[in-house]
């Protein structure tokens, strides 16, 4: 990435003079050390995946200086962050919590408010404080990621328990799963397998939910309910808390796994496999979060730009990506479906003969029998991570593009022929419409399936974030008038996704506001996140 010259100076936050800000900020050094608060008054450094800057978005779509912290702190422990919301309260400074800001696609580490102060929690928070090999948890500070997790449980010798990661293995264990963050293994719904979660409320009193809130006990990790209200759902995709500990469940090893793969050649197949694919992972005969993925994702992440392939306008042509695919060890097709069966070998065989059988339904789908790939096709990466095993090759389609850059669409809809098929076409047209090449996979859920659409796109380059932009808003609109809603989304579009869910005249918004209001009345802790503005905010012109 190209690091961005700043033209706009120190983002100062709004109601604050220069002055004042620097000066507070000094009151901050006193509180939790001098070395542990940072200006951001430098350039702002471009970077990669795992050496990304705190301090904004370096996969910016909005003008780079937009969406920029004033300030980072690293708070060491609780009272640390206790005494960051103390002084926030104070000043009234907004304050943005991530937990290694690894959010590529959804707005990186940046604040949602501009001259916000970044609380960098995984710089020193990040301790594993338990892994309870009997019950098969652990509980986690915000700063360890799916490789320190995975690398723990191998040096304690632990073989009979599995993390699950997401396509890459930088990630917080604890941030991801707080934005309802998915991984590939049978464990991959993050959210719904963790147990527990210690919170700093925007007033600076600490909770904790579930069996947390019962002192002494020793079932925090494993029922997650407690009594009462279940109160951890308004800390996810929220700005309710800032979250300093996270239990979690590990998954079994199962005994044995393998990796297969189909391709199935026509645009139309969409449909009936998508009929083909609901009951057999429905009845767990599919057992993980399995991808039904457009060729062209295939191709990519092969990790060439798409100057090798086309440098005309407008989307590839689908004769080009033909040619290449049969260049690859897959052959010619549209879609690629990359799943994992798990267990001893009979098990694998009952559960590998019924989809063989199913999948063959479809003409021309076709089997790739994994020993004739070489060892670096991707095909591998996604052995990897289905069982659990951190890796970082997904990062090459980010390559498609100079200054590689990317944000997502991702719709939810249920395991049906005719729902895939419609935003199929959307995604289609509007990327059609705005010259832009269409990579969509289908992560299939339990009962849903999450679409992703990424648009790859040069951050350097002014009308191809616009069109970007531009796809993205009309694909949320067009989607939502058919009824379907993302399941996460970038900061930029937060208010417009947020603005779909809107039944009942906002009635879901207007609770969440007066949450918000009651727990955050000062409006400091990451104002507008999901689209929850506070009262101090609200419609003075910051929702976009
Ligand atoms: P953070 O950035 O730290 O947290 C995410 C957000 O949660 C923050 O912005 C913040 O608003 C909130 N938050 C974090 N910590 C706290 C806290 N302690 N208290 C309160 N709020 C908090 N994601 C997936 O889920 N699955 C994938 O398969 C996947 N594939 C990807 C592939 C590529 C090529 C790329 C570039 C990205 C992919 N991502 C994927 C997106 C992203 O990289 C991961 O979700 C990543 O884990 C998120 O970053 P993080 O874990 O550092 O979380």
Redesign the pocket.
């Known amino acids: 990435f190209e690091a961005p010259s700043r033209q706009r100076g120190v983002a100062i936050p709004q109601g604050i003079s220069k002055v004042k800000f620097f000066e507070v900020l000094n009151e901050l050094r006193y509180e939790i050390g001098e070395e542990w608060v940072e200006l951001n008054d430098k350039e702002l450094k471009g970077g990669w ?1 795992m050496e990304h800057p705190n301090t904004h978005d370096m ?1 910016n779509i909005l003008d780079a200086e937009e969406l920029v912290a004033s300030a980072v702190v690293y708070p060491g422990d609780v009272e640390d962050v206790q005494k960051i919301v103390g002084w926030a309260n104070t000043w009234r400074i907004p304050l ?15 604040p949602r408010v501009r001259g916000s102060v970044t609380v960098d ?2 710089k020193r928070m990040n301790k594993i404080l338990s892994i309870d090999p009997d019950d098969y948890t652990c509980l986690v500070e ?1 700063g360890v ?2 490789y320190a997790l995975y690398e723990e449980l191998k040096k304690r010798g632990y073989d009979h328990m599995w993390i699950d990661t ?3 293995g ?7 799963a ?7 293994t049978p464990y991959g719904d ?1 959210w719904s397998v963790h147990s527990g979660l210690e ?1 700093v409320l925007p007033t600076g009193e600490v909770l904790r939910t579930g069996m947390g809130a019962l002192p002494g006990s020793n079932t925090w990790q494993t029922f997650p309910y407690g009594f009462g209200p279940y109160s951890d759902g308004i ?1 996810s ?3 309710f ?4 500990k ?1 239990g979690m469940a590990l998954m079994p090893n199962p005994g044995g796994y393998e990796s297969f793969m189909y391709t199935f050649p026509k645009e139309e197949d969409l449909a009936p496999l998508m009929e083909i694919i609901r009951p057999l992972r429905i009845s767990n005969i599919l057992e993980n979060v399995a991808q039904l993925r457009h060729c062209l994702q295939t191709i990519a992440v092969r990790g060439q730009p798409r100057s090798k392939y086309f440098s005309g306008r407008g989307p590839i042509p689908e004769e080009i990506i033909h040619e290449e695919m049969k260049k690859t060890p897959l052959g010619d097709c549209t879609w690629v479906y990359y799943g994992m069966s798990y267990g001893p070998p009979h098990i694998r065989k009952y559960k590998l003969d019924v989809v063989h059988q199913e999948f063959l339904k479809i003409p021309g789908a076709r089997r790739i029998d994994p020993s004739t790939l070489p060892a670096d096709e991707y095909f591998w990466s996604r052995d990897k ?1 289905a069982a659990g095993i951190p890796d970082l090759e ?2 090459l ?2 390559n498609w593009m100079p200054n590689g850059s ?1 944000i ?1 669409f991702s719709p939810i809809a249920p395991i049906r022929g005719i729902d895939a098929t419609k935003l199929y076409s959307l995604a289609r047209k509007r990327h059609d419409e705005a010259g832009i090449d269409l990579m969509p996979a289908f ?1 299939v859920g339990l009962r849903e399936m999450h679409l ?1 659409v ?1 648009i790859v796109f040069d951050s350097s380059d002014i009308s191809m974030r616009r069109k970007a932009d531009r796809c993205l808003r009309d694909m949320i609109d067009d989607a939502a008038k058919l009824g379907y809603g993302e399941y ?1 989304t970038h ?1 930029v579009l937060m208010d417009q996704v947020a603005g779909t869910y809107n039944w009942n005249g906002n009635a879901l918004m207007r609770f969440n506001e007066r949450l918000k209001d009651a727990l955050d009345p000062n409006g400091i802790l ?1 104002p507008g ?1 999901c689209g929850i503005w506070p009262e101090r905010y609200r419609g003075r012109g910051w929702e976009i």
Do not use: K
């Open positions: 995946y996969m943005f919590p991530i937990s290694m800001g690894r959010n590529f696609g959804y707005g990186g580490a940046a929690l995984g915000p990621s799916y997401p396509d890459l930088g990630g917080s264990v604890l941030g991801n707080l934005d309802r963050g998915v991984g590939y993050h919170v800390f995709q929220s700005n808390g800032i979250v300093t996270m991570i997904e990062l389609w980010v990317h997502a992560c992703i990424e996460r900061l990451a996140r």
